[in-house]
């Protein structure tokens, strides 16, 4: 896959008067796995709401598959691009497979609400985060880590070609934000373009194919990992002085601080 | 998933309270009867007392209890808060301000005046609750506060009232079923399967709503039509019930609640929520037509009130336990 399905060309935008992203040009890659790092506030969350169209630009435009997405109606939108936001809200009392089956939203109409497709879905899912055996749980009896593994199950069912995920590891302990990361580099060797903000700058060096690297709604850097990471862009990017060095299996850009 | 026993089991209830209030009074009358009264084939008294006198009432608490479940359970889903009922904010009181207007300044519009109330009062939260969005929490508390202050103004408008004016008002007020009409029930009837087809088609996408708005709208939910239409549907089917059957406590606040967690449903339950309404009002209702010692009867609005004080208690606790 060489083909870019989002683009974001000169984006200016913000909240009530007050500009969070200055004139931000992207690429995503198709069949990736892109990484947006920044420190807090820098706008991250802001971006992949715009790419999500939940935000209107004030200047510039995104562009789903070369057509901007003012002109695509919600639901086609939908069936192509996910989006799991940092804080979403669980229906009260509801169980894992329910809400796992609210992502075939967009799939389903009131004239045809639910089908055995929509049921295959939620089911693969599940089986993919692992998260079958919580199936009959309600979310409110869950384990933090738990409940985030059901989140991105439902995105998944959603079954759409783009895939955002604002901070999809909060809450996961190590062995599942790596089970999560392999999770996600797969799914981009299936062919489908992944984006998510991470904190965890030596995951996101590993297992991402594409880094976006913002600081105060500017973009800083953009590229392979291998290619971009360098001492000079983290402390430029976070203030944090460090050194780099190889990972030792597999070579990727590892970060360590100083002091 | 909703389990379709309780489901089966509260539409059952229905029927059977209703024959049971139809039977039951001062003129008891049997089955038998009662089922030739329904079928048409009665005269006389007996047709007087089912079909005249008890027949509306029964139909009323049905159906106002239906339309009650519904706006509570569709005002709880579009603010994400169980407190965020029509009743508590505000819709009741603003109902009760207009019906009082009325009395006293008009020609006694009580129907008018209460539907007018109880829209100006939805106009004047919604406006004041905004601010650039719709926040549920938000919305709930300026609704207590305009409802804090409707209620002032109600008890300052009784005071000033002259006295036989404000005996009806507060008679009114409480919420009563005393004395339905054939002629009340008609427009009851007529309106509330609309809106409930309404509801019906708004269902799928305000369930979706509960997700937050980040994803519902990443989903496709078009949040602003959907969630206006919602309030719109929410405001008037408080409006029909309170107009016909005086400003009723408590129904719209439980119903939603009661009925997702007997039937086991997620979010928003609307037919769960309807049945239950109906089923509490009517339940209500046949406690308040038999009266207690020494009150022959009293309003269906008393009764309503003192569950909802005990039903509020146990909300309080179980989310305390949480
Ligand atoms: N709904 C909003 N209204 C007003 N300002 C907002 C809103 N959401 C975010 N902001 C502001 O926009 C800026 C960027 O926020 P954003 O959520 O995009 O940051 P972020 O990079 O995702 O941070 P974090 O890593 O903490 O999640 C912040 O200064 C924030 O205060
Ligand atoms: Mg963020």
């Given at each position: 896959m060489t083909d870019t399905p989002l683009i974001a060309e000169g984006l200016v935008l913000g909240y009530d008067g007050k500009?969070?992203?200055?004139?931000l040009s992207l690429r995503l890659p198709g069949g990736q796995f892109t990484a947006i790092v920044g420190p807090n506030a820098c706008g991250k969350s802001t971006l992949l709401r715009a790419l999500a169209r939940l935000l209107t630009p004030h200047r510039g435009r995104v562009l789903l598959h070369g057509q901007p997405?003012?002109?695509?109606?919600p639901r086609q939108m939908a069936r192509q691009v996910a989006l799991l936001p940092q804080n979403p809200i669980a229906p009260d009392g509801i169980t894992v497979r329910d809400l796992v089956a609210r992502g075939r939203y967009p799939h389903q109409t009131l004239l045809r609400p639910a089908s055995a497709g929509d049921a295959t879905a939620v089911e693969q899912a599940m089986a993919r985060l692992q998260i079958t055996d919580l199936a009959t749980r309600r979310m409110a009896d869950l384990s933090g880590g738990q409940r985030q593994r059901v989140w991105i199950a439902m995105v998944l069912a959603q079954d759409t070609q783009v895939i955002l995920l604002d901070e999809p590891t909060t809450w996961l302990d190590i062995a599942h934000q790596v089970e999560l990361m392999t999770l996600l580099a797969q799914l981009a060797r299936e062919g489908r373009t992944i984006v998510a903000v991470l904190h965890e700058l030596n995951h996101a060096f590993r297992y991402a194919d594409h880094l976006v690297a913002l600081r105060d709604g500017r973009l800083m850097a953009e590229g392979a990992p291998s290619q971009t990471v360098t001492p000079a862009l983290i402390e430029a990017v976070f203030d944090l002085p460090c050194v780099i060095t190889p990972d030792p299996l597999t070579g990727a850009p590892m970060v360590v601080p100083h002091a | 998933m909703s389990r379709p026993l309780p489901l089966l089991a509260l539409s059952l209830a229905l029927p059977v309270v209703a024959l049971l209030a139809l039977a039951q009074g001062d003129y008891p009358v049997s089955l038998p009867e009662l089922l030739g009264a329904l079928a048409g084939r009665s005269e006389g008294p007996v047709h007087l007392v089912v079909i005249d006198w008890r027949l509306p009432r029964v139909g009323l608490a049905l159906t106002a209890g239906a339309a009650l479940g519904l706006a509570g359970a569709l005002f709880q889903s579009i603010t994400r808060?169980?407190?965020?009922?029509p009743d508590v904010i505000g819709l009741n009181a603003g109902a009760y301000t207009g019906a009082l207007l009325a009395l006293i300044l008009g020609g006694g519009q009580v129907l008018s005046g209460a539907l007018l109330g109880g829209l100006v009062t939805a106009l004047a939260v919604y406006l004041l609750a905004w601010r650039g969005g719709l926040h549920g929490t938000r919305l709930v508390l300026v609704g207590i506060g305009v409802s804090a202050m409707a209620t002032a103004a109600n008890t300052w408008l009784l005071m000033t009232a002259r006295l036989e004016v404000a005996m009806g008002a507060a008679t009114w007020g409480a919420g009563s079923l005393n004395g339905a009409t054939l002629a009340q029930l008609g427009p009851m009837a007529l309106a509330l399967p609309v809106l409930a087809l309404g509801v019906t088609l708004l269902a799928r996408p305000l369930r979706q709503l509960e997700l937050g708005d980040d994803l519902s709208r990443a989903q496709g939910v078009p949040v602003a039509l959907v969630r206006l239409c919602g309030l719109g549907l929410g405001v008037v089917l408080t409006a029909l019930a309170t107009a016909t059957?005086?400003?009723?406590?408590?129904v719209a606040l439980a119903a939603p609640q009661i009925g997702r967690r007997l039937t086991g449903?997620?979010?928003?339950?609307f037919l769960p929520a309807a049945l239950t309404g109906a089923l509490l009002l009517a339940l209500a209702d046949l406690v308040a037509a038999q009266g207690l010692p020494g009150a022959r009867q009293i309003p269906v609005g008393v009764v309503t009130l003192v569950l909802g004080g005990v039903y509020l208690l146990a909300l309080l606790r179980l989310e305390a336990r949480k």
């Open positions: 500009t969070v992203l200055h004139d997405l003012e002109r695509i109606a | 808060n169980p407190l965020g009922s059957a005086g400003p009723i406590a408590f449903a997620s979010g928003a339950a």
